[in-house]
């Protein structure tokens, strides 16, 4: 149990362009998702906080209008990264929280950015 | 701001041999604290731990929390080269258990 997907797994995209990002909760109901950004031989990076029918809560630092957030069912969250360039470049990671403290994570997506 | 702290960075070590890993944390309302394994993509679940001095166990994995000291320790026994990874130790806080990470220990197991 508490398996959560995220796809696609790997994006190669241009500069300028957008890339949606998903994360399902597969067999449980999450009405939080979390959203992380790991760069190379560093930790995770929460970059915000996704809840089921509301707006996103996001960290300091992180621009809301460039990470687009939509949580619109217990079971799937999005992130879209708008107008992207090199520097969004990384591992996006989402997790989903299983009862009242776990998180579960997805397997992560590797965004490149030309 | 909050904060968690893991050491050592990195340590070797050879098949068999036993690992104690450290996580410190200074954190505002503390929930949890939970590690993970993270190998080539997302970090797998290891333990949660909301007790304080109570051993938590699974195989040669073992894990408890001071939340006096604010600490906690990762044992890993009889270690195998497929223990080899970044092991995370994160804390959760405040009402949404969002969780700060620490930096990783990076552990190698060789033959």
């Known amino acids: 149990g508490a398996v959560v997907s995220q796809h696609p797994s790997r994006v190669i995209c241009k500069s300028g362009t957008s890339v949606k990002i998903e994360c399902r909760s597969l067999?449980?109901?999450?009405?939080?998702m979390f959203w992380y950004r790991q760069f190379p031989k560093q930790s995770l990076m929460l970059m915000a906080t996704s809840n089921e029918g509301s707006k996103a809560t996001y960290e300091q630092g992180v621009e809301k209008d460039k990470f687009l957030i939509n949580h619109a069912s217990l079971t799937l969250s999005t992130l879209t990264v708008t107008s992207a360039h090199p520097e969004d470049s990384s591992f996006y990671i989402c997790s989903a929280r299983y009862g009242k403290e776990t998180q579960y994570f997805g397997p992560g997506t590797r965004l490149l950015v030309l | 701001e909050d904060k968690v702290v893991q050491s050592p960075l990195s340590l070797v070590v050879h098949e068999g041999d036993t690992v104690t890993l450290n996580c410190s944390y200074e954190v505002t309302n503390f929930r949890s604290l939970l590690w993970y394994k993270q190998e080539k993509k997302a970090p797998t679940f290891l333990f949660m731990l909301t007790s304080s001095g109570i051993e938590k166990k699974s195989g040669r994995l073992s894990s408890i929390l001071d939340k006096k000291e604010l600490f906690s320790i990762l044992n890993i026994t009889a270690t195998q080269t497929g223990d080899s990874a970044v092991y995370l130790c994160?804390?959760?806080?405040?009402?949404?258990?969002?969780?700060?990470f620490g930096t990783g220990t990076r552990l190698q197991v060789t033959l």
């Open positions: 994160a804390v959760g806080t405040g009402t949404a258990s969002k969780l700060t």
């Open positions: 067999d449980f109901q999450a009405t939080t």
